[in-house]
């Protein structure tokens, strides 16, 4: 990092610990943030060279906004962020039900003043990605804020890309996209991997990523996010929908899909009912180009993600357990995929790396297919780097280099020319390979496969650290727990109907 970006990283992150002790928290100031860069860069827009209408009424421009003070700047930081989020296009969603979360207005005008210092269209990329990615993670760390949830560990990210190597002129989606980190990702790959023409820059910048996001705040981040590492025009459309991804088959289609479907099993909707009591209903999706009806959610997002991926395109789905081994319509979806793609990796994923307790997940990499009366998939690869990995997300986090060794077993240049690690004579190798007949025979068309020999259970005198094991017998708990809920909420629902 340069001594300027490291200079003004500083300077946004001291106004952050001062803002938390008076009660904001990161996604507040986050947010805040993301109104007031906005603003200003829209002003630098408006001036020459660009001499572009950003389409903000003079009284709330960052010019009139700078001048204020007290009470008064108060009421016109409300007013322009109510007035601004019912415009169109991407100004209206930037400061859609937007709300000041800094009540101080002395406060308020040190981060405007601290703001105003910069040039925040000439600043470079990298340096205005630091300040917000860096941003991102801390909202993601502060459990209070469940911003975890919607925070995938950007070393994954990264080998996802990595494995895929995405080209340019090629459209990269995600229907769940959080924060935006797959659509980051894939631009840092782009352009670090290729040359890019003014053809492919153009499309790059405005027709390379698409998606959805239904939280508000959430999609609010990604599209600043995104367009503070020169994604998208000021004074262009989204491209990130707030429509939920699952209602219907959109139309479009996609060479890449990366994406990381919001863990929890059920999709459901809560109503009052005639008592005037609050109630859930499992929510399914009846839709013509699904396999099966379901109310699992991330079964749902898979058959989604099958839709929405051109014949011959790629994909890099993070999945939980239960995807591989669930019954009933799960099984259904199980064999259509491996039908009718070729589903040829699957990572396994460790504990510990997610912000999300209770989560055992896996990636899942397969290509589209044109309708065939052969099952295109011929054999799995699976990489187990679950068994006797452990991670924790403070003390010894997941990094790209633990993933090295897969991504070269993978062989994301060829990946048709493959070499196992394991064998007979290698019983602890991490990579194997499982024939269609195999997979297909098991109970279930069960993918959940795994064949190492889990070493705590045989070794007590070199078991992890105590820390560890805390949290791998705490992440168990949660997610059986929470398997046992799921049970009872369907117990209760069947009983209701009978």
């Known amino acids: 990092m340069s001594e300027y970006t490291s200079s003004i990283v500083s300077k946004v992150w001291s106004f952050c610990n001062v803002l938390r002790d008076g009660g904001v928290s990161y996604g507040d100031y986050l947010e805040q943030l993301t109104y007031l860069i906005f603003l200003k860069m829209a002003e630098e827009f408006s001036k020459p060279p660009y001499n572009r209408n950003i389409g903000i009424p003079e009284e709330y421009t960052w010019d009139k906004l700078k001048q204020q003070r007290g009470a008064e700047l108060d009421t016109c930081y409300r007013e322009l962020l109510e007035e601004l989020g019912q415009k169109p296009g991407m100004l209206g969603q930037i400061f859609l039900k937007a709300q000041n979360k800094v009540s101080d207005p002395a406060m308020l005008y040190k981060i405007i003043d601290m703001i105003d210092k910069e040039s925040w269209v000439m600043m470079g990329v990298d340096t205005k990605g630091e300040i917000y990615e860096g941003l991102l993670q801390k909202n993601a760390e502060d459990t209070k804020s469940g911003a975890g949830q919607y925070f995938t560990p950007r070393p994954l990210i990264k080998v996802m890309v990595q494995c895929l190597q995405p080209e340019p002129l090629k459209t990269i989606g995600d229907p769940c996209c959080g924060t935006g980190g797959f659509f980051l990702a894939a631009y840092d790959f782009l352009t670090s991997h290729y040359r890019l023409d003014k053809e492919q820059s153009r499309f790059l910048k405005n027709k390379t990523f698409g998606g959805n996001e ?232 069960n993918l959940d496969i795994f064949w190492l020999k889990d070493k705590s259970l045989a070794d007590l005198d070199n078991l992890p650290d105590p820390e560890i094991l805390a949290n791998e017998i705490i992440e168990n708990m949660e997610a059986s727990l929470a398997s046992f809920k799921e049970i009872i909420a369907t117990i209760n629902g069947e009983s209701e109907e009978n």
């Open 214 to 445: 239904i939280v508000a705040g959430t999609r609010r981040l990604a599209l600043m996010n995104m367009f503070l590492h020169n994604i998208g025009e000021i004074d262009g459309e989204p491209m990130i929908s707030n429509s939920d991804a699952l209602i219907a088959d959109p139309g479009y289609r996609y060479d890449y899909i990366l994406t990381n479907p919001p863990f929890g099993k059920k999709s459901s909707m809560t109503f009052t009912n005639e008592e005037g009591e609050q109630e859930k209903e499992e929510l399914t999706y009846n839709r013509q180009d699904f396999w099966t009806t379901t109310s699992n959610k991330q079964l749902n997002f898979l058959q989604h993600i099958h839709t929405i991926l051109k014949t011959g395109g790629q994909a890099a789905v993070v999945l939980p357990d239960n995807v591989l081994f669930e019954g009933g319509a799960g099984e259904i979806i199980r064999k259509k995929l491996l039908e009718t793609t070729d589903l040829h990796t699957i990572l396994r994923l460790p504990t510990g790396i997610f912000y999300a307790n209770g989560v055992k997940a896996n990636v899942l990499f397969f290509e589209a297919k044109t309708a065939s009366k052969e099952p295109w998939t011929k054999e799995v690869w699976i990489y187990d780097y679950r068994t006797n990995v452990h991670h924790t997300l403070k003390k010894n986090p997941m990094k790209y280099s633990d993933l090295e060794d897969f991504i070269q077993c993978y062989n994301p240049e060829n990946r048709h020319i493959r070499k196992e690690t394991w064998s007979e004579e290698s019983p602890e190798g991490r990579f194997r390979r499982f024939i269609y007949d195999d997979i297909v025979a098991r109970d279930k068309t």
